[in-house]
């Protein structure tokens, strides 16, 4: 359906015409819609799950990047950052639809995959942290709770990385993996992450993005 890299279009896409079209199809329907119900129960289930992540004991790793990084306050810029991308990627689908289905599987499919791996990977926040209150999944989400514990991986990086890969526009990608890459770093600085949590991310969410992106084709 998509590819990584593909020639810019600078023409507005017909926004009535492609959900008047894909609209049509039944199977784009009921993907759409149950896509767009599974996460709404996902979320409801991190609201209940977080918070027992949080009650667990994990192992505190000695990263050596961390070591060399003296924390520093970087809420704020992650924050406009990350719900920037968010932002410009959901307005980007909109006039797609066909994209925003592929958008919302993957949000499904990474979420799922990462509440995994917080299950299994339990670890303790970093020495140094500097907590990363998020002023809308924080009361959400995480159910106005302060969430330390669900480290492995970044979620923050996820989200910003899902939007990079799910765009075509060459432009649009620089500015998404630039602000995926400063994210990352950010989370990093403020010990929120070990390094090693923000650099698979990308690994894991485009995994996740090409077996939704194949399933399609």
Same mark, same amino acid.
């Given at each position: 359906?998509?590819?990584?890299?593909c @020639?810019?279009?600078?023409?507005?896409?017909?926004?009535?015409?492609?959900?008047r @079209?894909?609209?049509?199809s039944?199977?784009?329907?009921?993907?759409?819609?149950?896509?767009?119900?599974?996460?709404?129960?996902l979320?409801?289930?991190v609201?209940?799950?977080?918070?027992?992540?949080?009650?667990?004991?994990?192992?505190l790793?000695?990263?050596?990047?961390?070591?060399?990084i003296?924390?520093?306050?970087?809420?704020?810029?992650? /924050?406009?950052?990350?719900?920037?991308? =968010?932002?410009?990627?959901?307005?980007? $689908?909109? !006039?797609?639809? *066909?994209? %925003? =289905?592929?958008?919302?599987?993957t949000?499904?499919?990474?979420?799922?995959?990462? %509440?995994?791996?917080?299950y299994?990977?339990?670890?303790?926040?970093?020495?140094?942290?500097?907590?990363?209150?998020?002023?809308?999944?924080?009361?959400?989400?995480?159910?106005? &709770?302060?969430?330390? *514990?669900?480290? /492995?991986?970044?979620?923050?990086?996820? %989200? =910003? !990385?899902? %939007? /990079?890969l &799910? $765009?075509?526009?060459?432009?649009? @990608?620089i500015?998404?993996?630039?602000?995926?890459?400063?994210?990352?770093? /950010? =989370?990093v600085?403020q010990? $929120?992450?070990y390094?090693?949590? $923000?650099?698979?991310?990308?690994?894991f969410?485009?995994?996740?993005? *090409?077996?939704v992106?194949?399933?399609?084709?």
């Amino acid at each position: 359906m998509t590819k990584l890299f593909c @020639k810019d279009d600078y023409t507005l896409p017909d926004i009535r015409g492609n959900w008047r @079209k894909a609209w049509s199809s039944l199977s784009f329907r009921v993907e759409l819609i149950v896509s767009f119900l599974l996460n709404i129960a996902l979320v409801q289930f991190v609201n209940w799950y977080f918070p027992f992540i949080q009650t667990r004991e994990g192992s505190l790793i000695n990263d050596p990047i961390l070591n060399l990084i003296q924390p520093r306050d970087l809420s704020w810029w992650t /924050f406009g950052f990350e719900y920037f991308a =968010v932002i410009v990627g959901l307005t980007y $689908v909109a !006039f797609r639809p *066909k994209q %925003m =289905v592929l958008l919302f599987e993957t949000v499904f499919l990474i979420t799922s995959t990462r %509440m995994c791996t917080l299950y299994f990977i339990p670890l303790e926040p970093p020495i140094g942290l500097i907590p990363l209150a998020d002023p809308i999944l924080g009361r959400f989400v995480y159910s106005g &709770n302060l969430i330390t *514990k669900d480290l /492995f991986f970044s979620g923050h990086t996820v %989200m =910003v !990385f899902i %939007m /990079f890969l &799910n $765009v075509r526009h060459i432009w649009l @990608k620089i500015i998404f993996l630039l602000l995926t890459i400063s994210v990352g770093a /950010f =989370v990093v600085i403020q010990h $929120v992450h070990y390094s090693f949590d $923000v650099l698979v991310a990308p690994f894991f969410t485009w995994i996740a993005y *090409k077996i939704v992106d194949t399933a399609h084709q």
